[in-house]
């Protein structure tokens, strides 16, 4: 597998190619929050670090990368930005994260809604003066096959949770013929814990996420 670095500093939109491998640095957003490629993450947002990031993502047309926080709060105080030992403990995967909608609410705080990209592990981190955590990135490829028939109770699971009102306006991607898309659409919707969601995220093959979404489902349902 080839690594070929975008001089632009963003990953390039086009056809999955499993032979190349994109470095990358990008901005982050610690949250409790996992995100997963072709999910909708709504966020109200009033941090001046993360105002002054969406906007500069919007008018590079960039991505910034969402993680899931794993230690610690994701408000770093400004005197702490260069104490590593302040900095947000995070996961190591994550997924890029698409501005596709914004507004401006009557209280201030800036609204945004983003659309998971790709999946992505993080290979180092700095701090910036106001507190922002970047991080340079691998984007990791993940292999999509004809979802096999086994699985036809997963799909009439996801084509509930789809039903319902509030996903129905999240409208996230969803390919219900596909293993990948499938597995990525349930991990992100089941009422489970995020470190859980997060161990679904981090597999790398669609096949063994549904498999463990199988046993999840299972014990929910007792």
Not at 127 to 133: K, R, S, T, W, Y
Request: charged share 25%; aromatic share 4%.
């Amino acid at each position: 597998m080839t690594d070929q670095i975008d001089p632009t500093g963003g990953m390039r939109t086009g056809p999955d190619d499993p032979d190349v491998t994109r470095l990358i640095n990008m901005p982050l957003f610690p949250l409790r929050t996992v995100l997963f490629p072709g999910g909708t993450l709504p966020l109200r947002i009033f941090e001046p670090r993360y105002v002054d990031m969406v906007r500069w993502c919007m008018r590079e047309s960039r991505a910034f990368g969402v993680v899931l926080l794993e230690d610690g709060s994701d408000v770093l105080d400004v005197k702490d930005a260069g104490d590593q030992s302040k900095t947000p403990q995070i996961y190591d995967v994550g997924t890029e994260a698409h501005i596709i909608d914004f507004d401006q609410a009557d209280n201030g705080l800036l609204g945004i809604v983003a659309r998971g990209g790709e999946k992505f592990s993080v290979l180092r981190t700095s701090v910036e003066a106001d507190g922002l955590v970047r991080a340079d990135v691998r984007s990791l490829h993940e292999p999509a096959n004809p979802l096999p028939d086994s699985y036809e109770t997963l799909t009439n699971v996801l084509k509930d949770l789809l039903s319902h009102p509030l996903i129905k306006e999240l409208d996230p991607q969803v390919d219900l013929a596909e293993d990948r898309s499938v597995s990525h659409r349930l991990s992100d919707l089941l009422p489970v814990a995020p470190e859980l969601k997060q161990w679904l995220l981090e597999m790398s093959n669609p096949s063994e996420r549904l498999s463990e979404l199988q046993e999840i489902i299972k014990q929910l349902s007792n």
